[in-house]
């Protein structure tokens, strides 16, 4: 029997040769084809990001499992059992003997830059009877006080696409918050109170400032209404 998928050509090579030397020039051209179709899966691996995914596994267990510090405390990198309070985080001074308290990707503004646009589904679980609908938090604008660089205080919208009566709905409400560069945590709270509009609490979770898990929680007491994962969608 001939190896299946040989050319006419390897078989008249089979024919002419000696049985051995046909077998291992069958061979190669079998390796040959394993070596091309090896390249193109190692072409598409090369489209694969392996350091935005290890940094982003990192971030991830790192918030699950979080660290010796304590709650308001910022742990100086790494392993370092140095903690300092999260009020001295990105506020101009290197409080960490590392100076992991001030290094570039700790203290970058971009995931509160203004007009950026986040957008996800809100999937609710309690407090209010919504089916899942896409949600998108709108930077409006930002300020950082010479006096308190620690936080940046953020203005957004929230618009929420809600269906009524079979028509598609937007409610939207403008929110107050803050940015903590310590936790990497933005707080949203409703400027005008009532029952319908709930905070939103992001943290940048993802190794990057591009997407965040959130959640629409009762700001009295912080319980959690419905998860909000998001990315970053445009900006304006």
Do not use: M
């Amino acid at each position: 029997d001939e190896p299946q998928g040989t050319s006419p050509i390897s078989r008249l090579f089979a024919e002419q040769l000696d049985p051995r030397l046909a077998a291992n020039g069958l061979r190669l051209i079998g390796l040959e084809r394993k070596l091309k179709a090896l390249k193109a899966r190692l072409h598409e691996a090369e489209k694969i990001d392996p350091e935005g995914f290890i940094k982003e596994l990192d971030a991830r267990v790192s918030h699950v499992e979080g660290t010796h510090c304590a709650k308001k405390e910022f742990q100086c990198g790494g392993y370092d059992q140095e903690c300092i309070s999260d009020l001295f985080v990105c506020d101009g001074h290197k409080d960490c003997h590392n100076g992991h308290d001030e290094a570039e990707d700790v203290c970058d503004t971009s995931p509160v830059k203004p007009g950026n646009i986040f957008s996800g589904t809100s999937h609710w679980h309690d407090c209010l009877l919504r089916s899942d609908h896409v949600t998108r938090v709108v930077i409006k604008g930002t300020i950082r006080r010479n006096y308190f660089k620690s936080r940046i205080w953020v203005r957004a919208q929230i618009e929420s696409d809600l269906i009524h009566d079979g028509k598609k709905e937007l409610s939207d409400f403008d929110s107050k918050g803050y940015y903590n560069f310590a936790n990497r945590r933005l707080v949203l709270i409703p400027i005008a109170q009532d029952d319908k509009h709930l905070s939103v609490i992001c943290d940048f979770d993802r190794g990057d400032s591009r997407r965040a898990s959130c959640h629409r929680v009762l700001e009295g007491t912080l319980h959690q209404c419905a998860n909000l994962s998001v990315h970053l969608q445009g900006h304006h």
